[in-house]
């Protein structure tokens, strides 16, 4: 048995996460894939790009400090290989450019600014052979802080892809017209089939919360209708009760609530009436194609 160390960060909107995975490899046994550390710094760029249309340096200092921290995570854990994804807040930012090169100047670490295309692609290429059987419709939504992926599984592969500028902190500043929301629909509406049933494959950091709170199993989906229940729940609550009574992270207890209300459309616009968690997301897909060495 091998036991090799890969890593995964992701620079997102609203957070910035590193992944240690041990891939395990045996002679005639299929390799596996087993978490070892999950780190979230909430640093929300998001709030910066889109707002202000460039990144503070307060942002800025706290990105490398993050940064030089997972450096010597990675050092300590004996990493063998890793990769840097930063997605639409410095994809968007004025200085997003100057923002890399300081990273890249002060910690050595290469960092790949992606399109909404690829982050579509990273994510589908993700493990989902446990939740998606061959014969059914599902559209994966993965959702972020500065833009949601959407992907339309069929026969057990992706068909379809589309980036979309809807995420939780922009919906959070108000953002987002109306006519992005007419577009996801038109999109949803003209690739799933007229008949047959869609499922939802959910993914991010707020619909794990979700799964999270609702007492689930893993592996036991979502209902569109707690959902939609938990939505009025959450609404009707203060923002300092979500934090005080229902003990949500201050970064979370404000953006859970655009999450959902992207579920709940895509839900309504695809008439699915289940949500899997799977608990899995950008940072899973980056491991794979490690590992692979795709792409």
Known sequence: MVIRKFAAIDIGSNAIRLLINNVIEQKGKPTIFKKSEL?????????????????????????????????YLMQVYGIEKFMICATSALREAKNGTDVVQRVIKET???????????????????????????DGHYLYVDVGGGSTEFTIFEKGVPKVSRSFK???????????????????????????????TVEIIGSGGNINKLHKMSGRKLGQPLSYI?????????????????VAVLGLNQDRADVII????????????SKAKKIHVPKIGLVDGMIKMLYYQKG
Request: charged fraction near 30%; glycine fraction near 6%; avoid cysteine.
């Open 39 to 71: 780190v979230r710094v909430p640093v929300r760029l998001g709030e910066d790009a889109f707002i202000r249309g460039e990144i503070s340096p307060k942002s800025e200092s706290r990105l490398v400090n993050t940064m030089k921290s997972f450096d």
């Open 108 to 134: 050595g670490m290469p960092i790949e600014v992606i399109d909404g295309k690829k982050e579509a692609m990273i994510i589908a290429s993700t493990d989902l052979k446990d939740i998606i059987k061959t």
């Open 166 to 196: 809807i995420g939780t902190v922009r919906l959070l500043n108000n953002l987002v017209d109306d006519s992005v929301w007419d577009e996801v629909k038109m999109w949803i509406k003209s690739n799933i089939p007229l008949d047959g």
């Open 226 to 242: 707690w959902l939609k229940g938990q939505y009025q729940f959450l609404n009707n609550m203060a923002y300092e009760d979500r």
């Open 258 to 269: 655009p999450a959902i209300k992207i579920f709940l459309n895509a839900a309504k616009w």
